[in-house]
């Protein structure tokens, strides 16, 4: 079945750093692909998503390409900030096309971003 | 306008227990899905309905499972006969059902089994 495999966390650093977080997929279609963020105490966000090959998807700084020869789609940001500091998801969807999303999610990247 | 709400937002049972968490979607959402998130791990989807039927209910782990949405709005998801297994948070999404789809999840519920 479909699958989101990205990297362990935390991931730590310091304000203004550079940002990579990645992100693989396995899907027998072609899925649309999605960032959310979790904040703490908050419920799940969209940050950005790409629907089709070579799509860059971007908001808030923060960009992904969706690769399909790599099937990868990793999260980056140029500078972050302490205000980036929560729980980044990679997830995908196969029913392209519909009104259901089945999203399908990674485990998850704490980040935490010191001052 | 108001986002998608969920409670309780804490709920603790002892095993073998029934519980019910409810989800008051965002008004006119048509489109309601249901995911669990265990510790650690990413949410994976349980339930979705279109209106007030369930177009895929392939998620749900078990029988144990159940829910609904009489009136197309609030969605309840039922546990019967509950196990230390199913604690976890539960989140509960809604959508337009239009272009383009995007979910807007609720806070959770925390379920813990004792």
């Known amino acids: 079945g479909d699958s989101v495999t990205q990297m362990e966390g935390p991931v730590t650093l310091s304000e203004e750093a550079f940002l990579t977080i990645n992100c693989t997929y396995t899907?027998?279609?072609?899925?649309?692909l999605f960032w959310y963020v979790q904040y703490p105490g908050e419920g799940l966000q969209l940050l950005l998503k790409?629907?089709?090959?070579?799509d860059k998807g971007s908001n808030k700084g923060f960009e992904a390409t969706y690769r399909k020869e790599t099937t990868s789609f990793h999260l980056e940001k140029g500078s972050v900030q302490v205000s980036d500091s929560a729980v980044y998801f990679c997830?995908?969807?196969?029913?392209?096309?519909?009104?259901?999303?089945?999203?399908?999610f990674g485990t998850g990247t704490r980040l935490l971003v010191s001052p | 306008g108001a986002g998608v709400s969920q409670t309780p937002s804490n709920k603790v049972t002892e095993k073998g227990k029934y519980v019910e968490l409810r989800c008051d979607p965002i008004?006119?959402?048509?489109?309601l899905y249901w995911y669990r998130q265990s510790l650690g791990q990413g949410p994976e989807f349980l339930i979705y309905?279109?209106?007030?039927?369930?177009?895929?209910d392939s998620g749900l782990p078990n029988d144990r499972f159940f829910a609904v949405r009489p009136e197309g709005s609030v969605s309840t998801l039922k546990i019967q006969r509950t196990e230390r297994g199913d604690s976890a948070v539960y989140l509960c999404?809604?959508?337009?059902?239009?272009?383009?789809?995007?979910?807007?999840f609720g806070p959770g519920t925390r379920l813990t089994v004792t």
């Open positions: 309905f279109q209106g007030t039927g369930a177009a895929d």
């Open positions: 997830a995908l969807s196969d029913t392209q096309g519909t009104g259901f999303q089945k999203l399908v």
């Open positions: 008004s006119g959402h048509t489109a």
């Open positions: 999404a809604s959508s337009s059902g239009l272009p383009p789809y995007e979910q807007y």
């Open positions: 899907a027998t279609g072609y899925p649309s």
């Open positions: 790409a629907t089709k090959a070579d």
